[in-house]
């Protein structure tokens, strides 16, 4: 993809983000905003929610005012492996752009990806959760001064979990709490893991009781996509090893990719989302500064391609 590629969109500007040129950097000018106001007036969130039609009338009208292609681009970002992930922005200081919008803003994204999985932690195709200064939840996804590292989505369910969107809605008295992302084919680590027959064994992975998932899954942590190319599946907190050799493969795991130089940590700014293959980018969160009136509203969706095989 050139930049010249890149910028034929019009009433976008696009670049690749400033510490990788494997994330294009998208941003939303406001004209494109201007234009979505009336057809994302048509449905509520309660239609949206009840309707699973109505969403993709929503991704049309997006796609539509780019003469079909964002669609198309966004899906090529996602499914290239020397890119697979992109930000888009939109500009925070309009205040035509609420919670709402972007709730329906990031649903038109997803539609034009695929369809979302069944989110069992909100019983909806996306979950919107808050964190903050206190938690008394069972994972880490709350736990605002650990580290979350780095992971993919969907380990422990039954469904096929080629992306995720990640948006955020608000924010007040946050320092710290980065993103960061590392894509398999920067790990310095990659070939070793790969190659150890322990990661190719089927692990089982569980989920505790606020994820709303009443069973277990087996898998493997790699695998390969079509072309032999690695795929990781894995997050620290929900395998369960069988014996020691799978005990140990998942810490030396787990050591590799957090001591990893080559993970990317940015700041979202309220108003964008991050966007993600999730066979081949890996996410997670540093912690935040303390602060008790800390607040982070995020909403998430993670689905299928259209073409998911
Ligand atoms: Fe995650």
């Not at 983000?17 to 905003?33: A, P, Y």
């Not at 049309?60 to 930000?87: A, M, Q, V």
Request: charged fraction near 30%; proline fraction near 4%; glycine fraction near 4%.
């Amino acid at each position: 993809m050139t930049v010249e590629m890149l910028n034929a969109l019009e009433g976008f500007e696009i670049s690749f983000h400033s510490k990788s040129k494997r994330i294009v950097d998208i941003k939303i000018k406001d004209e494109i905003i201007d234009k979505l106001i009336f057809p994302f007036h048509k449905f509520d969130i309660a239609a949206l929610e009840y309707k699973p039609f109505t969403r993709f009338t929503l991704a049309k009208s997006l796609d539509d005012l780019t003469k079909n292609k964002f669609g198309n681009y966004i899906n090529s970002i996602l499914k290239n492996r020397n890119t697979g992930c992109f930000i888009l922005r939109t500009n925070n200081k309009n205040n035509k752009i609420n919670d709402e919008f972007l709730v329906k803003l990031s649903t038109a994204i997803s539609h034009l990806i695929g369809t979302p999985n069944h989110d069992s932690m909100s019983g909806k195709y996306y979950a919107r959760f808050f964190v903050k200064h206190e938690d008394s939840s069972d994972s880490y996804l709350r736990k605002a001064y650990m580290n979350m590292d780095l992971h993919t989505d969907g380990t422990y369910v039954n469904e096929k979990t080629d992306w995720l969107i990640m948006s955020k809605l608000e924010e007040k008295n946050v320092k710290g709490g980065e993103t960061t992302v590392l894509h398999l084919d920067d790990w310095e680590h990659l070939e070793e893991l790969f190659k150890d027959p322990t990661g190719r064994q089927n692990f089982t992975w569980g989920s505790p009781k606020s994820k709303n998932v009443d069973y277990k899954v087996e898998h493997p942590v790699f695998n390969e996509d079509l072309n032999g190319k690695p795929q990781i599946s894995y997050i620290d907190q929900f395998p369960e090893p069988k014996n020691m050799d799978q005990g140990n493969f998942l810490q030396k795991l787990s050591d590799a990719l957090e001591e990893s130089k080559n993970k990317i940590i940015t700041e979202l700014p309220v108003g964008s989302a991050i966007i993600a293959n999730n066979h081949f980018w890996l996410h997670g969160r540093r912690p935040f500064k303390e602060n008790k009136n800390l607040s982070r509203e995020l909403l998430r969706i993670r689905g299928k391609f259209t073409d998911s095989v």
